[in-house]
């Protein structure tokens, strides 16, 4: 029995056990009267028999005409939700003392489950529903169930409620499969703007921001992080004005993008220190003409953004050799904090996130951070920072099924499960070449003292 705060009065058993059941199940009653006005209406003019036939045509033609289908189904799936809702958050103590719970004014099914719109009623907040989350997920017999509050409006909240995972390969799910990088057949690309890397559990296609952040992508041995890497490197190869200068520890995971690479450096930490030094160099540059312009941050005037993928970051930032570590690391630092509003960007990739590769002056300074699937909480951690494994948010979570998985940190916000989009070595091949044609046809138009002396 629903639990009441109301007084048990006549009229209080009568509106809790009768008229609310009643509001909840309307449409379900609504369908059945007029099923039942038509076939009252048909036995009293022709008898049963045309009666019981009125009624199969009825449904036959509900069931039949995909419209009417789609209409009926989604109107009693909704139906379903706020019943199931409404016990949820009775149950899990939500109504306040005029008995109202939050509403439900906007429902989406999503990939993953569904995402509502919810109204929090006078005398309750946005941060009760949120803390009594787990027990509302119980009452559904969901997975999970997040809150958002809306920014602007206190009474407003986004909910989420995940029923399933649906990146798994046998879950049925748009998202399930390979998901293709929706700009792989673009002919020119700016990197200033939001690139499209992958798509969420509610198949929203999520961007990141590049100029003036640098990313750290870290996760288990084929867990996907170069696949990812190439998205960025992709939406950089079409922008004939961006440098990319790749380290390449592994020799064999930027092969590909060779044609477009600027510069590259593979598995030799002295010709990596000299790369970051070029860097740093064009970058204390293009801060001296900064401040002469009395500006803070590069725009597209002021010359070539830099990208600088990293994979793997271990051989670098955990060498054998001391100094010549300290040495990489400290310019890695210095690039992480300085270079971003100097136009470098950093996209670094490892598959043993652990403090001594990823030491934590470096990833506080990387704003977006993925951490797709890790061995331990504590792997994940070191991608995403200290604490979320025990806020329940860790990439060791993450399914062995669905490489290109994984929590992406975008600037404090909370992670968000998200799925890389996929470039197939065609298809980098393909991009490389028009990368290098339109590299061949414009020239590096900027003439930056610093990339020529690094060339
Ligand atoms: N987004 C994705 N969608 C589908 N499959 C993917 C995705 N990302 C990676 N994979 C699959 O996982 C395999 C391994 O991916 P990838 O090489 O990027 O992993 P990695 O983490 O870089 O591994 P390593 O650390 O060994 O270099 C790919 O060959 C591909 O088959």
Known sequence: ?????????????????????????????????????????????????????????????????????????????????????????????????NDRIPRIVKIRAVPAGEHMRVRIPKGGTVEDLASEAERVAVCLQVREVRVTRDVDRAHLA??????????????????????????????RLDLWNPVPIGIDELGRHVTVTLPGRNLLLGGEPGAGKSSALSVLIACAALDPTVRIWGLDAKRLELALWRPVLDRVVANDIDEAIAAATDLQAIMDRRYEALEAAGRRNVTPADGPLYLVPV?????????????????????????????????????????????????????????????????????????LGAGWATAGVSAATIDTRTPGVGLLLAEGDTPRRVKSCYLTDEQIRAIAARGKALRDHYGHRETDEGDQRAA
């Open 1 to 97: 029995m629903l639990p009441i705060r109301a007084e048990y009065s006549p009229a209080a058993r009568f509106t809790v056990y009768v008229l609310r059941p009643a509001w909840l199940w309307r449409r379900e009653i609504a369908c059945a009267l007029v099923l039942a006005a038509l076939g009252g209406w048909a036995w009293i003019r022709y008898g049963l028999g045309a009666a019981v036939g009125i009624i199969v045509g009825v449904v036959a033609v509900c069931l039949a005409v995909p419209v009417l289908r789609r209409t009926l189904g989604l109107m009693l799936w909704r139906g379903r939700l706020r019943r199931g809702w409404d016990a949820a958050c009775r149950f899990a103590g939500l109504a306040t003392v």
């Open 311 to 383: 994979d793997e970051l271990r051989f670098f930032t955990a060498h054998s050799d001391r100094k010549k570590r300290q040495a990489f690391n400290d310019l890695a630092i210095d690039l992480a904090a300085r270079g971003r509003a100097a136009g470098i960007i950093l996209a670094a990739a490892t598959q043993k996130p652990s403090t001594d590769v990823v030491p934590s002056s470096l990833r506080d300074l990387l704003a977006y951070r993925w951490a797709m699937r890790c061995t331990t909480k504590d792997a994940s951690d070191t991608i």
């Open 158 to 187: 986004e909910v989420e409620v995940i029923r399933r995972d649906p990146f798994l390969p046998d879950s049925a799910q748009t998202v399930s499969g390979v998901i293709g990088w929706p700009w792989a057949d673009a002919h």
